[in-house]
């Protein structure tokens, strides 16, 4: 009888996790560009009309991001992302930018 119970709470949390999705996003500062609520220039990606700051990852990971043409904070650039939205932010597993 434990494992039966055992068993199905494992199967019901394994359903309540979200799975992780990958989609192609804008990506950029949140404060500069997105304008989201914030203190200070941080990684976020916007997706389905919604932004969010993201975790795993940050926004000097992909060079300065005050550089005139390619920075986050100047510019507003397309990547592949692929994570979950959680507790209102991205947790993102992967991020490639895509270059146009």
């Known amino acids: 009888m434990k494992k ?3 068993l199905s709470l494992l199967i019901l949390a394994s359903c309540a996790n979200k799975k992780e ?3 192609i ?3 950029s500062c ?3 560009q997105l304008h989201l609520d914030a203190d ?3 990684l976020a990606v916007r997706f389905n009309d919604k932004a969010y700051f993201v975790d795993g990852f940050n926004i000097d990971d992909f060079g300065d991001a005050h550089d005139e043409k390619i ?3 100047n510019v507003i650039r397309k ?3 692929t994570g979950v939205v959680k507790d209102g932010r991205f947790v993102a597993s992967s991020i490639e ?3 146009e």
């Open 40 to 42: 200070e220039c941080s």
């Open 25 to 27: 996003a804008e990506i």
């Open 79 to 81: 990547a592949e992302i």
């Open 21 to 23: 999705t990958k989609q």
């Open 4 to 6: 039966i119970i055992v």
């Open 97 to 99: 930018l895509i270059e």
């Open 30 to 32: 949140g404060l500069c």
């Open 71 to 73: 920075g986050f904070c």
